[in-house]
């Protein structure tokens, strides 16, 4: 890419970092909103919406290593333009190796120039010029990275999002955690200004959750969903069935929603009790308001990648996934499992991000075999920590979609051995606090997406 673009896609993006922190906006819409009039190729308008979505992602790692370098300098004590040139220069050393470094520092001096002062200039190409250095002494251009613990001194270079395990000094160390509470946190906020347009032009958002019987794990579950769903500004109505209903009364009360105009959302909680069969339940939800997106409509629509909503948990794994920037096209993706709400659709998904995709089930031989070939393995089949590290390639990304309590045990385990399995690949999601979160999310930003289709129509 040519200098020209580049500086300008640096602009944009400063802009759009500003905007953020003015506007609480998503790097997406920000980025949108600052190009403007800005004419800009493909590749130079990509290169922002980069910049701006790796210093959000990186913001916490690349501040501490701004304030090391600022004599005590704290970013918050510094001007918008200042800080936010830091920052886009600062993720252009540590994750963009293609750039050569003088280039970084010099535009990034005559961006500050621009918008802020000569005196800002020399400040600017002093932390950087140290940073640089600091950098090229340790290797860790271009690797992922999370803050150090300042309790220990030490500073983790951690799993590359390109499938290898990056060490430190020599010796392995732990891969990246992938926080989808801290994310699920992000779409929430979304998801919450989505609602607040909608009220705004005279809808109120309604999410109604169908409840059979009394399993602990599913009244958890409608809790925490019903709590979120209030959070973002959703009104969240439970229908609570006891044990003993028919399937011809579940049945009716999915008919009863579907003609409410006033429900923009149907939830049917999982499991339901043994006595009452899922599928035609689900044949009778209206597509409309199937926010879970578990219906045979919903499903055809991913397999014909038309209008649809996308099934909850594999979209919040996928959107894990892009943003810790795991590459996803030409790669081995292995799902275990093939349920209806999480297999097969996260297969399909998988499929359209281009990655070539192996489905393991009960039925199929060599299962280890079979995960150890994949660079993205997804596990949801319930059974406690059933996959150990010698189940994983080295430097793979494992999606821990699992959830279960052992019996005799105290705590909530996943389907894998985390402790022994992060110290062999470099993405790991934790259990609890992991896919779980993200589910939720991206359930309500379907409740938002049905709420504005019923408004455009």
């Known amino acids: 890419m040519a200098s020209k673009r580049r500086r300008t896609a640096r602009e944009v993006a400063l802009r759009a970092l500003y905007e953020i922190e003015i506007g609480k906006q998503t790097p997406e819409d920000a980025v949108q909103h600052c190009l403007g009039d800005v004419e800009l190729d493909e590749d130079a308008e990509q290169f922002a919406y980069d910049l701006v979505r790796g210093v959000s992602l990186h913001k916490a790692e690349i501040d501490r290593r701004i304030e090391a370098l600022s004599h005590e300098w704290a970013l918050d004590r510094q001007a918008c333009v200042d800080r936010n040139v830091l920052r886009l220069a600062a993720y252009e050393l540590m994750f963009c ?5 003088a280039a970084t520092i010099n535009e990034a001096v005559e961006l500050v120039k621009k918008y802020s002062t000569r005196d800002s200039g020399r400040f600017v190409n002093g932390v950087l010029g140290a940073l640089a250095d600091g950098l090229a002494k340790t290797s860790i251009v271009g690797t992922s990275q999370t803050p150090s613990d300042p309790s220990t001194g030490t500073e983790d270079v951690i799993g590359s999002a390109d499938g290898t395990h990056s060490t430190n000094g020599g010796q392995r160390v732990s891969a990246v955690v992938m926080d989808g509470a801290a994310l699920a946190k992000q779409e929430l906020e979304t998801a919450k200004l989505r609602i607040e347009r909608l009220r705004a032009a005279g809808m109120q958002p309604r999410l109604d959750i169908v409840l059979v019987g009394d399993d602990p794990a599913s009244i958890t579950y409608v809790k925490m969903k019903k709590k979120r769903a209030e959070y973002v500004g959703i009104t969240a109505v439970l229908h609570h069935m006891p044990e003993a209903v028919t399937q011809e009364q579940v049945e009716d009360t999915v008919r009863f929603l579907n003609q409410d105009r006033n429900v923009h959302g149907i939830l049917v909680q999982h499991p339901l009790p043994k006595h009452i069969r899922e599928r035609p339940v689900l044949a009778v939800l209206d597509p409309a308001k199937d926010v879970d997106g578990i219906t045979p409509f919903s499903l055809g629509a991913l397999v014909s990648k038309t209008d649809g ?12 996934l892009e943003h810790y920037e795991v590459p996803l096209h030409g790669k081995h993706a292995v799902i275990c499992g093939r349920s209806f709400i999480l297999g097969r659709p996260m297969a399909l998904m998988m499929l359209t991000a281009n990655a070539t995709v192996t489905i393991c089930h009960k039925y199929s031989t060599n299962v280890q075999e079979l995960t150890r070939q994949g660079d993205i393995v997804v596990c949801g089949t319930g059974k406690s920590e059933m ?38 690949v470099s993405f790991i999601t934790p259990v609890p606090g992991g896919v779980g979160p993200m589910t939720v999310a991206m359930l309500l ?12 129509q």
């Open 387 to 424: 996959f150990r590290a010698d189940w994983f390639k080295e430097g793979a990304t494992v999606i821990d979609a699992g959830y279960s309590r052992p019996p005799g045990s105290d705590r909530d385990v996943g389907d894998v051995a985390f402790e022994e399995v992060k110290e062999k």
């Open 97 to 101: 190796p293609g750039i050569p470094t």
């Open 309 to 320: 909503f996308r099934c909850a948990t594999p979209a919040g794994i996928m959107r894990l």
């Open 445 to 456: 930003q379907n409740v938002a997406l049905s709420c504005e289709r019923r408004l455009h």
